[in-house]
């Protein structure tokens, strides 16, 4: 068998695609290379993608080839430069990391001369190299920030990249094109009129000659917001100079520059005002993630259910929010909201432990599900006896390489600590390796788990494989898996859930939509195949199911004692001593006397309490 050359391609931006340094050219260099060695040549191509402070797990080509050098299957690599590698200093450490360690030789452009990772020279020269390349990158990058901003302080109003829609391009200047502008004036008015991007989607992909600078597929939705949004069209181009520093991007310098209009300042204004209004849910990032967020639904209203924070309770809360948007929006949401009838929010925690139960009640009981679970658990290399113990063999020596790659990952830590104490990185520096390390432990521990379970099902293969019991630990492990790993098993199999309240037994109703015919599904004998193995076929069952969730209250009534002595003290207090509901609400919580709710007063709590009062206590 040749010994192999693993040839790893990548360019940084698409017009390197088609320049002196572009993937096919660096390819067929090290195609020629592999011809030349009489090696046989695996292309692993990056395809574009920048590598510029760009962390080593978001490269999974590059993780492909590396775990191919960790396996031993490639001894020799070969790139037209240093920085297809990486430049990210991060991801230099691990990949110089793995290329020492198993002694790979480096074929770097058009030279015949390999780096050994073995020599200290070498590693040292690479190293040399890999730098003065990342600064070389560096000093363009600046470079091609400065001629810009020359450019735009020169009086230019275009300084390169894709021309602007609604533009034309003359001797560094913007002036407009006459056809694309009236389209731009026409995308504007729909939108201000109450048209959505799909609308305006469909009008320039349509009605319109026009095509986008950039995809062959039709507008996207994405850039048409970008166009209502920019400036550019009521004769403001802003340019932004911006910096990276530790996580945060802080903004160098701003120019602004003006362009040829093409629409006027109110067509702008009213345009912004709907996108504000349009965008109610543009920020989301949420303090807490639930299991099922983004999948449930108000029944009536259609509302998607948020999750919230009860200011009145510890509890968090399944929401619906039509009464928040109705007042942002009242055209919009107002006859939604008066249609609403989920009144009552629901508690996170119960909620999602009777979903996860009904779920997995269907999935156990599901034919489709047994049999895909079954297909997947038992190939026919596994029914094959003869197999057995070849696959067995396989799969061990599999997880042994993973346990012994989790040992390495264990020593990288300890490596990064000694190199953070004698200072031959940052502690900040330090810490990204050791926190990129452990996320990829995380992942190895997930891949350890999963060869394990495969084992235990070839290890009882020899009489009878128990595949429906590894279906059921499968399932019910579920409430044991980290949050991320319980979203994605979820959205698997369910599309919706609609909910709403039911006031007369004080409950609600659950209507599940799953993206498969699962629900009460069957199974069809139809005789048995010359083997005497079973032919049966899988009947489809139904793709929604509902139940209903009765609420249980925890909370314990006011006794009428309480109550009363509850009462006296408000009354003695606002009418005999006359004081404020700030001083009334300091005085029950110093005596130990709750609300209703066993929580402690406030000025809103105790004036909504007192209207409700049966006894005269003032104004």
Known sequence: MKEKLGILTRVSSKPQETDGTSLEFQKKIGLKLSSKLGLEPMVFNEGTQSSYKV????????????EQIQKGSIKKLYVYNTDRLGRFSDSWYSIIKVLTQFKVELYVGESFKPFEFSSPTDKLTINILSYISIYDNELRRLRSIMGKRTSLKSGNTFIGGTKPFGYDVSKKQLVINPEESKVVKTIYKMYRDGKSTMDIKYYLDVETDFNPKRSTSGWNTGTIQKMLGNSLYKGVQVWEWKEKTGDEIKIIETIKVKTPRIVSDKLWDDVQKVLEKNNVNKNNKKKYNTIFDGLLYCKSCKSKLSNVSNRDSEHRLYSCRSVEYQWKNPEKWGEKHKNCTLKKSLR????????????????????RVRENFKIKSLTSKFQDIENLNKERTKKEKYLLEKVRYRGKLEDSIVDTELKVISSEVSKSVGKKMKDRVNSLIVEIDDEIQKIENELRVLNNSSEWIDWLNQMYLEVDSLEKLP??????????????????????????KFHLKFLYPIVEDGLKIEGKDRKGNRNYEIIDGSTT???????TSSRKRMSVEVKNRLHRKISELKVEKSLSLTEICNELNSLGLRTPTNKKWDKPKLSSYIRNMKIDVGK
């Open 483 to 508: 949050l991320n790993k319980q979203q994605e098993f979820v959205s698997k199999y369910i599309k919706r859930i609609d909910v709403e309240y039911l006031p007369d037994v004080k409950s609600h």
């Open 545 to 551: 199911s509902t139940f209903t969730h009765k609420h």
């Open 348 to 367: 996170v925690n119960p909620t999602e432990t009777e979903l996860i139960n009904h779920l997995t009640n269907i999935l156990k009981e599901s034919k």
């Open 55 to 66: 962390e080593i797990n978001q490269r999974p080509v590059l993780l492909e080839l590396l």
